[in-house]
């Protein structure tokens, strides 16, 4: 089956840096993406990771570690409109992507 | 350039009955993936489809089939609808079905809200 383990819910100041945990066992591998979704509309993409190490994209961040099945995304300096939920979305062996229940995030004046 | 479509945003069924959900891709993708959102949990893979071809189907009853036009357009039919099938249900497109990359990126529409009494 498809394991794919994000924590529920995590709060931060306006400013502060949040690293979201994913940790996944799938059957094959074949990339990883960050979605965000804010609450009512589409999930937006945010990055993909399919070799091992840090791609950096402005204020966001995505680590991959193949061996260890884990990945996270750093969100910085962060701002009232990056409250919403991340998801962390595997792509499987058949190309098919298996998602993370979604980590919500609120961001604190 | 318009994203993926959806429609209807938001309906009410009630039990037993039958719904059709539309999506239009991004001009140009080819396939186009169907997932369920329940409130609270990430987007469950239901089909995706391929240049027409169904290239996958994920762990749904029969009640739910769906197709691909030759626009690209796709439809989603859930058939004797139960309380359990109320969701979002998200259609996303991409360029080909593999080999996601930063250029092949897999891309959502709003959904289609689906509400059954």
């Known amino acids: 089956g498809q394991n794919i383990d994000q924590p529920t819910e995590m709060t931060a100041t306006e400013g502060a840096i949040v690293q979201i945990n994913c940790t996944y066992q799938?059957?094959?591998?074949?990339?990883l993406f960050w979605y965000q979704q804010h609450a009512g509309e589409a999930p937006t993409f945010l990055s993909y990771n399919v070799l091992d190490g840090l791609e950096e994209k402005g204020r966001f961040s995505s680590f991959l570690s193949r061996s260890k099945g884990y990945s996270y995304l750093l969100l910085k300096e962060l701002q009232m409109k990056d409250s919403a939920s991340y998801l962390c979305?595997?792509?499987?062996?058949?190309?098919?992507?298996?998602f993370g229940a979604g980590t919500t995030v609120t961001v604190r004046a | 350039d318009a994203g993926v479509t959806q429609s209807p945003t938001h309906l009410i069924k009630t039990r037993g009955q039958q719904v059709t959900l539309r999506c239009s891709p991004i001009?140009?993708?080819?396939?186009v993936s169907w997932y369920q959102q329940v409130l609270g949990q990430g987007p469950q893979f239901i089909f995706q489809y391929y240049e027409k071809e169904e290239r996958g189907r994920g762990n749904f009853p029969d009640r739910f089939s769906a197709r691909q036009f030759p626009n690209y357009s796709s439809e989603l039919n859930v058939n004797a609808l139960l309380l359990g099938d109320s969701a979002l249900y998200l259609c996303?497109?991409?360029?080909?079905?593999?080999?996601?990359?930063?250029?092949?990126?897999?891309?959502f529409g709003a959904g289609s809200r689906l509400t059954v009494l």
């Open positions: 001009s140009g993708h080819k396939s």
């Open positions: 979305a595997v792509v499987r062996g058949d190309y098919k992507l298996s």
């Open positions: 799938t059957s094959g591998f074949n990339g």
């Open positions: 996303a497109s991409s360029l080909w079905d593999t080999d996601y990359s930063g250029a092949n990126v897999l891309t």
